[in-house]
């Protein structure tokens, strides 16, 4: 979010396609603050993470074969970082200890745009809701750390928490729910089709 946003007011949002903690390591959540950030970090790898290697290793310094790539951002979350990766096939996916990991031109956009102190958020929301041209969009990916026991259910909370229930289109987010495509859809009532506005966008 810019920095010198006031509340309610509408801007552009940066976003970027990330890589997150494994099941048996998931990604934490809630507020941090950026600790500090470094450009070609060298690695001092945690002990734990040391004994699921091939070839463990207690530093790896900076260079192709680091897998924080070149640039880190520490978070006051414990030994958290966002980091760039020499993996880019890993992102999209549960493939870190935790951490969240960007490809390498997405992290180099995003570092320079941070500074230590500033506060931040960690989400887990596997449902997200937008507007757009007066249409109500849902947005549904999977559950990937299981933590949510009725979908449905979890949408249609997050539909009442967002005031749009008069706007929502039951069916239509009963339907985007279990299609679970990772692609926003109009769920406003009165939408003509979920499919044909997917394609369309």
Same mark, same amino acid.
């Given at each position: 979010f810019p920095v010198d946003t006031r509340p309610g007011e509408q801007v552009s949002l940066l976003t970027w396609p990330v890589g997150i903690g494994v099941e048996e390591a998931p990604s934490p959540e809630g507020p941090?603050?950026?600790?500090?950030?470094?450009?070609?970090?060298t690695w001092i790898v945690p002990l734990d993470i040391q004994k699921t290697m091939d070839m463990p290793q207690k530093v790896v310094r900076p260079g192709p074969e680091n897998p924080l790539g070149?640039?880190?951002?520490?978070?006051?979350?414990?030994?958290?970082s966002i980091h760039g990766t020499n993996d880019p096939w890993s992102i999209g996916r549960l493939t870190t200890h935790g951490c969240i990991r960007l490809y390498p031109e997405d992290i180099e956009a995003l570092f320079p745009l941070v500074r230590p102190g500033m506060p931040g958020e960690l989400v887990y929301q596997p449902v997200k809701l937008g507007e757009d041209g007066g249409r109500v969009y849902v947005e549904v990916h999977d559950d990937v750390y299981r933590r949510i026991p009725d979908f449905e259910r979890y949408a249609l909370a997050e539909v009442r928490k967002a005031k749009l229930t008069a706007r929502v289109d039951p069916e239509l987010l009963r339907a985007a729910?279990? !299609?679970? /495509?990772?692609?926003?859809?109009?769920?406003?009532?009165? !939408?003509? /089709?979920?499919?044909?506005?997917?394609?369309?966008r």
């Open positions: 941090f603050t950026v600790r500090s950030k470094d450009a070609n970090p070149a640039y880190r951002i520490r978070l006051s979350k414990g030994l958290y729910v279990r !299609a679970k /495509s990772g692609v926003p859809t109009d769920v406003t009532r009165g !939408a003509p /089709s979920t499919r044909r506005d997917a394609a369309s």
